[in-house]
Structure formats: structure tokens, C-alpha cells
Nanobody, 119 residues
């Protein structure tokens, strides 16, 4: 089992920055990749970014490339999503998720944290 605890959401002005954290515990050795997703009311969860557990590879949705950065703090078993140059359209509930199979489904999910960007 893997447990994910998110933090860092909040309200920010357009152009500002936030850093989301996803702390992993449990059988973290089984994690292959951690992803970030976001969802607005009535919509599906969209992929935002991901990072292999080793930290050797990252991936980003086109909408956030150049603005968001995903990274891992090995000592803390925590994955971060640094969000810069935030736009109102970034407003969503952000979720972190982990998968134990490379390229497979995300098995574990955090509780979500609200990010609101005002114009």
C-alpha cells in the first residue's frame, strides 16, 4: 500500500506561484511514477505532469510546459509541483497519484488540494 498526502494549495493572483507537495509513505519502493492531475467541477481529471520515482524523467502537459516543474525530494519521499506564471485557467483541484507499473494505471491517489488563480 502507498499513501499520498498533498499540501500547498491556495489562492494566488495571476502570474504568481505555488508549490504543491505530495508526500508518499508506505510501500514507496513499489512506486514507478508519480503524476499530477487536475479537475474542475463537472470535468474529468486531466494530466498535468509526472515524474519517475527515480527522478530521471519528467513529463508535462503542453498547457503547463515552461511554467510548471515536477521534482522529487528523495530524503523526504516527496514529489513537488512548482507552478509559476499561474493563469486563471489553472484553477482546479490538483491531485497527486502514484503507479506501480511503468505506463500503467495510477493505483493510488491523494485527497486533492484546491488551487485558485484570480485574474
Amino acid at each position: 500500500q502507498v499513501q499520498l498526502v498533498e499540501s500547498g494549495g491556495g489562492l494566488v493572483q495571476a502570474g504568481g506561484s505555488l508549490r504543491l507537495s505530495c508526500a508518499a509513505s508506505g510501500r514507496t519502493f513499489s512506486i514507478k511514477e508519480v503524476g499530477w492531475f487536475r479537475q474542475t467541477p463537472g470535468t474529468q481529471r486531466d494530466f498535468v505532469a509526472s515524474c519517475t520515482w527515480s527522478g530521471s524523467s519528467t513529463s508535462y502537459a503542453d498547457s503547463v510546459k515552461g511554467r510548471f516543474t515536477v521534482s522529487r525530494d528523495n530524503a523526504k519521499n516527496t514529489v513537488y509541483l512548482q507552478m509559476n506564471s499561474l493563469k486563471p485557467e489553472d484553477t482546479a483541484v490538483y491531485y497527486c497519484a502514484a503507479r506501480t507499473t511503468a505506463g500503467g494505471q495510477y493505483n493510488y491517489w491523494g485527497q486533492g488540494t484546491q488551487v485558485t488563480v484570480s485574474s
